[in-house]
């Protein structure tokens, strides 16, 4: 019997073990790529929030530049909140409520933008804020004829160029970065101002001019509707920078009655919880990949200890049950865990194999010597008979039909237990009455007793029913019955009894013969087994009469048992069920 395995041996320990380092390299692996992958998200969040925050500024400064007040602006703001899911606020610059996603909502500390399409803090004036220069549709189709021909002409010259609009309507021609030099102008004037550009030229020109003068400044003329400047031949000097102050300050004058007035923006969040960061430096990410490295080659390592432990003996076990063409050989593995009860069950059964290789020899010399004797007698008989040396008398025919009656008694026998091992043993079981098969039983071997002088007793307690084989349960009563008178001397007696207890039929063949010693007691069933090895087939039977009744018994889903004194007399139980086990 094979002894526990202490915990710290087992393979489930092991393994165990083995599988907590991979855990651990897997969750070393994904907190980092967890970590990784939340920064990226946090910074492609934060991406999308800058994103949306400008595209709210800057469409609603497109709004102020194109409108000369904020009417209207609320289904724009309304629009924006719903598309980028942020609470946008706009107020007047004194802090008077204009539109509002949330109105009543609480404002942050300070606003998150000015919209003021002058420029009047950034010094930018936005370019959508175009005024008197929007240029009539006339102006318009009359321009952009002008912007396409120098447009075709500059593609029949090989040299890439597109037409842009600007927000005054006036198209512009865009040359690509690199172009082969022009072989001919093409200069249509698109870029001349039209009527309505002239005259809004003409208006910021008198603006100009009272700046310039207020800061005694030289005057000068705004040719185009870039606003570039230049110096008046006559008056050349003064600061540049202060000359394009003026130039600025009266452009903001001229569009100030186009534009919305000056406003403050306040974006916020709506309520939620708040989003944990993950911020993984330059350090922190190599000291996660040296962990998890390390991690890993521990995981591999300990994998290949454990693996190789666990395989070297396999592969001796595996060797040892290849070399075995016939039987198992054992194998010197001591160990004291899976591997080694493993071990220790495969050299026993080399061990159960080499006993039964023995005992498969001695049953094939018992069956050898068991069919040679009569098939000698037969034998040496008709060769007497063939030589004229005995007649072919009544007598001898006799004798050859007694021994041909025990040799196909001994093949019977044989071809019993063969189909008992093979589980193809039929039985056509039904219901009986026991004592009447018993009875019949009794009477059969009743002549045998009387030539041995031993008396017959049938004792059947309530008459019992079960359902058996009748012929099969004949045989198995008959077999120990004929086993017990063999073993019972002259005046002895052999008794049957039969009963139930629960639901199990009991059968009791009980002699006075000569007992069964406890050294061979446990043999009684195998076959071809005599407690006197003097006897003969004559005298002590074919030694498989027992071995048939236990397979029978087992085949009806019962078992058979004996107890023996030595000198008193033997017993043997049989014990089956009364009712038939579905199969």
């Not at 603006?207 to 006559?234: A, E, N």
């Not at 048939?548 to 078992?559: E, S």
Request: with cysteine.
């Amino acid at each position: 019997m094979s002894r526990p395995v202490a915990p710290h041996r087992s393979l489930v320990v092991r393994l165990l073990g083995t599988s907590v380092l991979i855990v651990i390299l897997s969750v070393a692996t994904a907190a980092w790529l967890a970590a990784k992958t939340a920064t990226r998200a946090v910074q492609a969040e934060r991406g999308q929030s800058l994103a949306g925050d400008s595209r709210i500024y800057d469409t609603l400064l497109g709004f102020a530049a194109a409108h000369d007040s904020w009417n209207g602006v609320e289904l724009t703001v309304q629009h924006l909140g719903d598309e980028t899911g942020r609470q946008i606020t706009l107020t007047t610059a004194d802090g008077q409520p204009i539109a509002a996603t949330h109105p009543g909502g609480k404002l942050p500390g300070r606003p998150s933008a000015v919209l003021d399409p002058l420029g009047a803090t950034t010094g930018v004036i936005d370019p959508r804020a175009v005024g008197p220069y929007q240029l009539t549709e006339r102006d318009r189709s009359a321009q952009r004829a002008q912007a396409e021909k120098r447009l075709n002409c500059l593609h029949e010259q090989g040299i890439e160029a597109t037409v842009a609009e600007r927000p005054s309507g006036r198209s512009v021609v865009r040359l690509a970065e690199r172009n082969p030099r022009q072989r001919q102008n093409c200069s249509f004037r698109e870029d001349a101002p039209t009527q309505t550009e002239l005259a809004a030229l003409k208006e910021l020109s008198h603006g100009l001019g009272r700046c310039l003068t207020d800061r005694h400044l030289p005057q000068v003329d705004v040719y185009s509707v870039d606003f570039t400047w230049q110096y008046r031949p006559d008056n050349i000097g003064g600061s540049s920078q202060d000359i394009q102050d003026c130039v600025d300050r009266a452009r903001r004058d001229q569009l100030r009655p186009y534009v919305a007035p000056s406003a403050r923006l306040y974006l916020s969040s709506p309520a939620r919880p708040p989003t944990p960061v993950f911020e993984l430096s330059s350090a922190s990410t190599l000291r996660i990949a040296g962990a998890t490295a390390f991690v890993l080659l521990a995981a591999v390592t300990a994998t290949l200890v454990v693996g190789m432990r666990l395989v070297r003996p396999l592969r001796a076990l595996t060797t040892a049950a290849d070399r075995a063409v016939h039987r198992p050989a054992p194998v010197a593995i001591t160990r004291n865990d899976e591997i080694g009860r493993l071990a220790g069950a495969f050299n026993d059964l080399a061990a159960r194999s080499e006993r039964s290789e023995e005992q498969r020899r001695t049953m094939v010399n018992d069956i050898a010597h068991e069919l040679r004797s009569p098939l000698t007698n037969i034998r040496n008989w008709l060769t007497a008979g063939q030589d004229g040396l005995a007649e072919l008398d009544q007598d001898l025919v006799g004798l050859l039909l007694e021994e041909s009656g025990l040799l196909q008694h001994i093949i019977d026998d044989l071809a019993d237990l063969a189909d008992a091992d093979a589980g193809t043993l039929a039985l056509n079981r039904d219901s009986y009455f026991i004592a009447d098969l018993l009875v019949q039983v009794s009477e059969a071997h009743r002549g045998a007793a009387e030539r041995w002088e031993v008396s017959l007793g049938l004792d059947v307690t309530a008459d019992p029913e079960a359902a058996v084989d009748p012929a099969r349960f004949r045989q198995i009563v008959g077999n120990l019955l004929a086993n017990a008178i063999r073993h019972t001397p002259a005046g002895g007696r052999v008794d049957i009894r039969a009963r139930t207890e629960a639901d199990d039929l009991v059968v009791d063949v009980a002699d006075t013969g000569e007992g069964i010693a406890a050294t061979d007691l446990p043999h009684v069933f195998d076959r071809f087994w005599r407690a006197d090895k003097a006897r003969t087939p004559a005298t002590g039977g074919s030694g498989l009469g027992l071995s048939i009744a236990r397979k029978l018994v087992q085949a009806h889903g019962g078992d058979i048992t004996a107890a023996s004194t030595p000198g008193m007399g033997s017993t043997f139980t049989v014990r089956m069920p009364t009712r038939a086990t579905p199969e």
